[in-house]
């Protein structure tokens, strides 16, 4: 049985926005495993996010254009030598496809399901080809078995979900609104029954101190003000889909689940929440923890905090930390306690930045809080 496990996550990798500096410090790290949580490639026509690089061609829709992006991509050498590194453990996300995509839904709304379904086959397709999976996962037309479930002796168990290929349309026409009735919706999903009672059983069942849901979008109930609406949220993240999101943490706190960790990617920006059943309500516990990382280059080269840092924060004190530059996090873990590391670059819009260590972050076997190191 591992007395220890070290790992990293990763997301989010526009090869036009950027270049793969933290890949290259990723690779120096003494790794057993690396998650990366989505957004590998980008769909998008060449020139679309920038100019640091440029994408072969145009938007990709047919198989042989998802194989050629996804070959681009593989050509950079740091991405290279990460993977030669140690096993990747990996999910999609949406551009692996196409942005804000929801199941059969297409984020152009002119696009037919059934001609969505075409293209998402290809997509499928290229991404069995060119990324680690096993036969499990050996995609039947626009289908394809993504969600699974590992373990790293009894140190920890991880829940690799798939929040894209199962979910219901975003409410509220994906635009930031309040907590309503369309995101309190039991019939609305992100993961689909089926995986959702999957991901419980798999909860009952670990045998693991630390028990990982390495998924997509935040779950931490971040709200901002958006013109007249005090508090709006994501209606891409899990926000949009509460009623579920609730069930899940409940589902937790009820079967009192072993230091449940959530690893999320996709915002382009570096968060660690304390999640409860419902983030609104502070003065109910913890239940779980959530460290979600930045991406590697998707949105050039950030910065350490915008103007509004402070008011998001006080807006909602169950975050813990939170940054803007690019990077990834690597997580230590014993029977004791989890560390993780948020590692970020100066600069990424050049090559040679330099990657540091922003904050050092703490749980106890235990306990939910998150501590500074």
């Given at each position: 049985?591992?007395?220890?496990?070290?790992?990293?996550?990763?997301?989010?990798?526009?090869l036009?926005?950027?270049?793969?500096?933290?890949?290259?410090?990723?690779?120096?790290?003494?790794?057993?495993?690396?998650?990366?949580?989505?957004?590998?490639?980008?769909?998008?026509?060449?020139?679309?996010?920038?100019?640091?690089?440029k994408?072969?061609?145009?938007?990709?829709?047919?198989?042989?254009?998802?194989?050629?992006?996804?070959?681009?991509?593989?050509?950079?050498?740091?991405?290279?030598?990460?993977?030669?590194?140690?096993?990747?453990?990996?999910?999609?996300?949406?551009?692996?496809?196409?942005?804000?995509?929801?199941?059969?839904?297409?984020e152009?709304?002119?696009?037919?399901?059934?001609?969505?379904?075409?293209?998402?086959?290809?997509?499928?397709?290229?991404?069995?080809?060119?990324?680690?999976?096993?036969?499990?996962?050996?995609?039947?037309?626009?289908?394809?078995?993504?969600?699974?479930?590992?373990?790293f002796?009894?140190l920890?168990?991880?829940?690799?979900?798939?929040?894209?290929?199962?979910?219901?349309?975003?409410?509220?026409?994906?635009?930031?609104?309040?907590?309503?009735?369309?995101?309190?919706?039991?019939?609305?999903?992100?993961?689909g029954?089926?995986?959702?009672?999957?991901?419980?059983?798999?909860?009952?069942?670990?045998r693991?101190?630390?028990?990982?849901?390495?998924?997509?979008?935040?779950?931490?109930?971040?709200?901002?003000?958006?013109?007249?609406?005090?508090?709006?949220?994501?209606?891409?993240?899990?926000?949009?889909?509460?009623?579920?999101?609730?069930?899940?943490?409940?589902?937790?706190?009820?079967?009192?689940?072993?230091?449940?960790?959530?690893?999320?990617?996709?915002?382009?920006?570096?968060?660690?929440?304390?999640?409860?059943?419902?983030?609104?309500?502070m003065?109910?516990?913890?239940?779980?923890?959530?460290?979600?990382?930045?991406?590697?280059?998707?949105?050039?080269?950030?910065?350490?905090?915008?103007?509004?840092?402070?008011?998001?924060?006080?807006?909602?004190?169950?975050?813990?930390?939170?940054?803007?530059?690019?990077?990834?996090?690597?997580?230590?873990?014993?029977?004791?306690?989890?560390?993780?590391?948020?590692m970020?670059?100066?600069?990424?819009?050049?090559?040679?930045?330099?990657?540091?260590?922003?904050?050092?972050?703490?749980?106890?076997?235990?306990?939910?809080?998150?501590?500074?190191?």
């Amino acid at each position: 049985n591992p007395k220890q496990l070290s790992f990293a996550a990763a997301s989010c990798q526009s090869l036009e926005q950027g270049y793969y500096t933290a890949y290259d410090r990723m690779a120096e790290d003494e790794l057993d495993l690396v998650f990366h949580l989505g957004d590998y490639i980008y769909e998008y026509n060449a020139g679309n996010q920038g100019n640091i690089r440029k994408h072969h061609g145009g938007e990709i829709v047919s198989l042989s254009d998802y194989r050629v992006r996804h070959a681009q991509y593989k050509l950079d050498p740091a991405l290279q030598k990460a993977h030669a590194r140690c096993p990747w453990f990996v999910t999609w996300d949406d551009h692996e496809v196409d942005n804000n995509c929801a199941d059969e839904i297409s984020e152009q709304k002119n696009v037919k399901p059934v001609d969505f379904l075409i293209r998402r086959a290809a997509a499928y397709q290229a991404y069995y080809e060119n990324m680690p999976l096993r036969r499990t996962s050996l995609p039947a037309g626009p289908y394809l078995q993504l969600y699974r479930r590992g373990a790293f002796g009894q140190l920890a168990e991880f829940m690799v979900l798939d929040g894209r290929q199962y979910r219901s349309d975003q409410p509220n026409n994906d635009v930031r609104s309040p907590i309503n009735e369309a995101a309190l919706n039991p019939e609305t999903t992100m993961l689909g029954k089926d995986q959702r009672n999957w991901l419980k059983q798999s909860l009952i069942q670990s045998r693991g101190t630390w028990n990982i849901l390495a998924q997509q979008v935040m779950m931490g109930m971040v709200g901002t003000p958006s013109g007249d609406v005090p508090m709006a949220y994501s209606m891409d993240q899990w926000p949009g889909y509460t009623y579920e999101r609730m069930d899940i943490v409940r589902f937790m706190a009820d079967r009192k689940i072993s230091n449940p960790v959530v690893l999320t990617g996709d915002i382009h920006s570096n968060w660690a929440n304390e999640l409860r059943i419902d983030d609104r309500k502070m003065d109910a516990p913890a239940v779980a923890a959530e460290f979600v990382g930045t991406s590697i280059s998707s949105g050039g080269d950030g910065q350490d905090r915008t103007a509004s840092h402070d008011k998001v924060l006080s807006d909602n004190p169950f975050i813990k930390f939170h940054n803007r530059q690019r990077g990834y996090f690597r997580c230590k873990v014993t029977q004791k306690t989890w560390t993780t590391d948020y590692m970020v670059a100066d600069k990424v819009t050049t090559p040679g930045g330099k990657m540091t260590k922003r904050t050092s972050l703490v749980l106890e076997n235990g306990s939910p809080s998150i501590q500074k190191a």
